[in-house]
């Protein structure tokens, strides 16, 4: 064997210290935090069930203890996407600054730029709700959570009764807008990293992005919605 040659994890790290490799780990690792947001979103919506315990029995199916090991294998590989994920946008942002330490004068205007100025705070925003969520609807910490029984938590008067507070409301809606923002720019620029680019084709992925990132909105914010009009109750 060559002395020049390199271990598979040495080839990791390689691809991982240049930029392009630190894109393609925030891409690999955003479409799993993307994948969980669609799947959460689409369990959440069940809240609307004509049968209100709907979302009672898919939450007794995920806190069932015989799928306690897949749970917790799923949280740890969310959580690991989430480290990852933040870290190398911190890395690529400095990497960005060294290289061009005094910003053009001229902003690339366009709805496009905005999102991505607002990129480096949305996402720290995203990850206080993040935190403040769990610790609202899974600790139980902001408002105390019912049960119906043992692993068997009442989501539906859990999520009405934080919801029914305009404070939590608010927050919950202003974050679901800047996650909107955030996912656009996301998935967007996540494609142009990937070489994914074409006069033809990258109007309609811009307009996909958005089209996506909007309907996860109105998904989100018609919950807190639909509780503070009475809707849901
Ligand atoms: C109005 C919108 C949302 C509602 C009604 C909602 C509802 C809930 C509920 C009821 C739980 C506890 C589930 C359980 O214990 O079985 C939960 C957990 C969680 N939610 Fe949300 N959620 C919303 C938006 C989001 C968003 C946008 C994110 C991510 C950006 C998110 C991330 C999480 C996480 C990470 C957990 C903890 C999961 C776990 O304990 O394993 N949620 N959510």
Redesign the pocket.
Known sequence: MSALAINPVQRVVRFYEAPIGKKAVMALTGVM?FG??VA??L??LQ?YSSNPEQ?NR??AF??NPANALA?WV??LV?LAAVIVHITASIQLWSLKRAARPIAYKKKDDAATSYAARTMMWSGPI?AA??IF??L???VGAVVP?QEIGPNE?N?RE??IA??QNPAISGF?IL??IL?CMHLYHGLWSMFQSLGISHPRYTPKLKQGAAIFAIL?AI??????IAVLTGLLR
């Not at 998904?219 to 807190?224: M, T």
């Open positions: 935090l969980y947001v959460h979103l369990g959440n809240i979302i898919y939450a995920l806190h749970l799923a949280r969310l995203v709700f993040v969520h769990v609202h609807l899974t959570l938590p989501v859990n999520v934080g919801f919950y974050a679901m996650l996860i998904g989100n914010c018609s919950i807190p």
